[in-house]
């Protein structure tokens, strides 16, 4: 149950493209970790121009006035290959499906154990036999 959370900048994207948004999202998770395409959790959250700080440039970026912070919590047992492609993936699905460039994407990646995730009616992630084959516990 990887979670996404991205920061956008108010008044800049369509619903249009806050959907292509977490649609790239979604796809890249699902093709650099091997997740069901239902296994879709994505929160977007719009920020006023006094409650998003994006550097423009630093380190060496050519970043726009869409210039985002997507974060995305996901399970210990990720491995850095796994992380590395989805850092590729989500900034390449975003750039083709909401037409934001590249630099514009900075992505956060939170690993936490399965103890502390529930996908709800009370029962942790690490008690429950989901029979997925990523989850190692």
Do not use: C
């Amino acid at each position: 149950m990887p979670t996404f959370h991205a920061h956008i900048p108010a008044q800049k994207f369509s619903s249009e493209q806050k959907r292509a948004l977490a649609d790239a999202l979604n796809l890249a998770l699902h093709e650099a970790m091997n997740t069901p395409m239902d296994d879709r959790f994505v929160i977007i959250s719009e920020h006023k121009e006094d409650e998003l700080y994006i550097h423009p440039t630093f380190p060496g970026m050519k970043r726009s006035d869409k210039r985002m912070i997507i974060t995305v919590t996901a399970g210990t047992s990720r491995t850095v290959e796994e992380k590395r492609k989805l850092a590729e993936l989500v900034t390449r699905y975003a750039v083709e499906k909401v037409g934001v460039n590249q630099d514009d994407i900075s992505l956060m990646i939170y690993t936490i154990p399965l103890e502390n995730m529930s996908f709800g009616g009370g029962h942790l992630v690490s008690d429950i036999d989901l029979s997925m084959p990523w989850v190692n516990k």
